[in-house]
């Protein structure tokens, strides 16, 4: 098993541009969570997701969306990138009825 | 705003000797875990200690937890130098769900 996997690891983007970050995960896990990790912070929750097709808010959801078509799958949205979302991003999933939490690799993003 | 709060920020130790990190949160949990970061990489949990515990061990790893103070600690023994990473801690509270709530971290390095 591969377990958690993050595309693309490194990014650089322009303030007002787009982009799309993809987590997948092989462990058929019903839970996914978007965290992000600035320095000298702990992780902090983005939007999470409890099974295919649904979302919810975590604790810093502005200026991104998310989307869980696929159980497997659990895409971060950013619209209009701004400087302040310059973070590492990390994905992470978790089987319904477990409590640990594993994590992929994580995406360092950078915004001009 | 973080739930947990960990110190110290960082710990310098050199191998065979004992490091201890603890950790401080707010408000009432179902269980506190303890997760590692090796340097540019995702988070790996360690241990896992529920509100009704009062210690657990595994392998070189302590954890105890204190509910009446909310605070909890995890020592490391005769650490190694592929020890050295971060450590957080994080709380899962009563009125979360399956949200994870992640302290600022500690800093460990183990001196060969």
């Known amino acids: 098993n591969a377990g958690v996997t993050q595309t693309p690891k490194f990014r650089v983007l322009k303030t007002g541009q787009s982009m799309t970050l993809l987590c997948a995960q092989d462990m058929n896990h019903e839970y996914m969570y978007w965290y992000r990790q600035d320095p000298g912070m702990g992780l902090r929750l983005i939007h999470y997701?409890?099974?295919?097709?649904?979302?919810a808010k975590g604790e810093v959801p502005d200026g991104y969306n998310v989307s869980r078509l696929k159980k497997q799958n659990f895409l971060l949205g950013l619209e209009s990138a701004a400087p302040s979302q310059t973070s590492v991003y990390f994905c992470a999933s978790k089987p319904s009825g477990k409590d640990t939490q594993y994590f992929g690799p994580g995406t360092r993003l950078t915004v001009l | 705003s973080q739930q947990g709060e960990e110190d110290p920020q960082a710990l310098s130790i050199q191998e065979g000797e004992n490091a201890t990190m603890n950790c401080s949160y707010k408000t009432s949990i179902n269980n506190l875990q303890w997760y590692r970061q090796n340097s540019g990489r995702g988070l790996v949990h360690l241990i896992l200690i529920r509100s009704n515990e009062r210690e657990k061990h595994s392998g070189r790893l302590r954890v105890t937890l204190d509910t009446s103070k909310k605070s909890s600690s995890l020592l490391i023994t005769a650490s190694r130098a592929a020890d050295t990473a971060s450590y957080f801690c994080a709380t899962e509270r009563e009125t979360s769900g399956s949200r994870l709530t992640f302290g600022e971290g500690t800093q460990l390095t183990v001196n060969p």
């Open positions: 997701s409890v099974g295919e097709g649904t979302t």
